[in-house]
């Protein structure tokens, strides 16, 4: 797995502090991009929370999956949440440490109580001592939320930052733009009500044994939600339900229960688990199986793979404006291109993180991840093995019917109604679902004279 580190620093410590005016949350942040570019120490928004215990514990549950490992739990992760200020709202995101379940508490504008929020993202910290405050809160005594530093420079008795070196998988990035890719083609597949929502989540077992890291399935029966054996029509794909351990702190004030995911088709897919709170919703996106992270999947490698999609990129991302929603359409109309090619370019950016999308508004978001913009197409193995494959001449083509040589083997390519089938192994294991394979990246490259690795053709 390839990993950098990246240093994070901050002015001091988040903490929960007590004062006569009440509890004043200070989460501080770390360097990051806002509309007037890079800054040190982004300051996105003071003010109050209009439900202070709901809030708490909703970036704790995104916290709990920062630092937890629901496979292969070898050690705890390190990254700290990130936070979006879209205008209208704050965006808590994280990944796991497995890159398997994606984090997201949205604070609305309902949620919020105070000045505008402000536009960029950064790194929040959320330090052990910061987490047992939170999980101490009770009641709804007035809370200030500050996020980003005081007015004037602050330091502490140790120098004037709290550094932390954060070892950062190039998968974790990836995921954040496999998990948008999949999130696009979700559909609402289920609704409960409170009462149901907290009955359902509650009867989830927490163990992590072998039965409850599998795919299992529910059904929407009625006002609930009903296990079933095998994905029937309508069945939504529950992978690895001990992984949405992370909503049992907020289940209390759930309002309601959104559950998102593809039509069935037989096999465990992705799905979405939305909780609805007073001002707020928290989401939960879980890879396909606890053993499978986002980062493998493979739906955005298409769009890497084209000069069309690198150039519509360039071009959409100056629309962007850090828009809480944004609208393929709107994009389309404002930039002169196909719906179908603005849907590519944002795929793109969000390989940069830069774009995100949110299943209550059916609608990507701008956002700016404070990562090397290039690495995650730069460390796609899928990606580099075709790119190599393309450059070196091991593309023949003819017609519809294409063969790739790699290594002592050759594989044959074909494209039928655009899409394409390959004799290679990865083909007959996933049938597409998981990405074009190597080879089929290659015979698109070839096909569409993408730019291949150091700007050869």
């Known amino acids: 797995m390839t990993r950098s580190i990246?240093?994070?620093?901050?002015?001091?410590?988040?903490?929960?502090?007590?004062?006569?005016?009440?509890?004043?949350?200070?989460?501080?942040?770390?360097?990051?991009?806002?509309?007037?570019?890079a800054e040190p120490h982004p300051r996105f928004f003071e003010?109050?929370?209009?439900?202070?215990?709901?809030?708490?514990?909703?970036?704790?549950?995104?916290?709990?999956?920062a630092a937890a490992r629901y496979y292969q739990r070898i050690s705890q992760a390190s990254l700290d949440p990130v936070v979006t200020g879209n205008g209208d709202r704050l965006r808590f995101e994280s990944f796991s440490g497995c890159c398997g379940v994606y984090a997201r508490l949205d604070v609305l504008s309902e949620g919020l109580e105070g000045t505008e929020t402000g536009h960029g993202?950064?790194?929040?910290?959320?330090?052990?001592?910061?987490?047992?405050?939170?999980?101490?809160?009770?009641?709804?005594?007035?809370?200030?939320?500050?996020?980003?530093?005081?007015?004037?420079?602050?330091?502490?008795?140790?120098?004037?930052f709290v550094e932390k070196k954060v070892p950062?998988?190039?998968?974790?990035?990836?995921?954040?733009?496999?998990?948008?890719?999949?999130?696009?083609?979700?559909?609402?597949?289920?609704?409960?009500?409170?009462?149901?929502?907290?009955?359902?989540?509650?009867?989830?077992?927490?163990?992590?044994?072998?039965?409850?890291?599998?795919?299992?399935?529910?059904?929407?029966?009625?006002?609930?939600l009903r296990p079933t054996t095998r994905p029937a029509p309508g069945a939504v794909c529950l992978p690895g339900p001990q992984r949405l351990g992370a909503l049992q702190r907020i289940l209390r004030y759930a309002t309601a229960l959104r559950v998102y995911g593809p039509i069935a088709d037989g096999v465990a897919t992705a799905s979405a688990w939305e909780v609805m709170l007073p001002g707020m919703r928290l989401t939960l996106t879980l890879s396909p199986d606890a053993s499978r992270g986002f980062s493998g999947e493979g739906g955005v490698l298409e769009a890497l793979a084209t000069d069309d999609a690198a150039a519509d990129a360039e071009l959409v991302s100056?629309?962007?404006?850090?828009?809480?929603?944004?609208?393929?359409?709107?994009?389309?109309?404002?930039?002169?291109?196909?719906?179908?090619r603005v849907r590519a370019a944002l795929t793109r950016l969000g390989t940069a993180g830069r774009?995100?999308?949110?299943?209550?508004?059916?609608?990507?978001?701008?956002?700016?991840?404070?990562?090397?913009?290039?690495?995650?197409?730069?460390?796609?193995?899928?990606?580099?093995?075709?790119?190599?494959?393309?450059?070196?001449?091991?593309?023949?083509?003819d017609g519809a019917l294409a063969t790739v040589s790699s290594g002592d083997r050759h594989y044959q390519v074909r494209e039928k109604a655009g899409a394409l089938s390959c004799t290679c192994q990865w083909w007959a294991d996933y049938r597409?679902?998981?990405?074009?394979?190597?080879?089929?990246?290659?015979?698109?490259?070839?096909?569409?004279?993408?730019?291949?690795a150091g700007g050869a053709r």
């Open 121 to 160: 993202t950064t790194n929040v910290d959320v330090n052990n001592p910061l987490r047992e405050a939170l999980s101490r809160m009770a009641g709804d005594d007035p809370l200030h939320l500050r996020v980003g530093p005081q007015e004037m420079a602050v330091t502490t008795p140790h120098g004037p």
């Open 47 to 65: 003010g109050y929370l209009a439900s202070p215990s709901i809030a708490a514990r909703g970036l704790l549950a995104v916290a709990d999956v």
């Open 6 to 37: 990246q240093a994070l620093a901050y002015s001091r410590p988040s903490a929960l502090e007590s004062s006569q005016a009440g509890q004043l949350l200070g989460l501080e942040t770390a360097g990051g991009l806002t509309p007037r570019g």
């Open 168 to 224: 950062l998988p190039d998968r974790w990035l990836r995921g954040f733009a496999e998990a948008q890719v999949a999130s696009a083609t979700f559909d609402l597949r289920a609704e409960l009500t409170a009462v149901e929502a907290v009955r359902f989540l509650r009867s989830i077992p927490r163990s992590a044994g072998r039965a409850s890291l599998g795919a299992q399935w529910v059904v929407p029966a009625g006002r609930t």
């Open 318 to 340: 100056v629309l962007l404006a850090w828009e809480p929603r944004i609208e393929p359409a709107d994009l389309a109309e404002q930039s002169g291109l196909p719906v179908e």
């Open 355 to 397: 774009v995100g999308y949110d299943l209550a508004d059916a609608a990507y978001f701008h956002r700016e991840l404070p990562y090397d913009a290039d690495r995650a197409e730069r460390h796609n193995p899928r990606l580099v093995a075709a790119r190599q494959l393309a450059r070196t001449g091991a593309v023949a083509l």
């Open 432 to 452: 597409g679902r998981r990405g074009p394979c190597k080879h089929a990246l290659a015979v698109r490259m070839a096909r569409r004279g993408a730019t291949l």
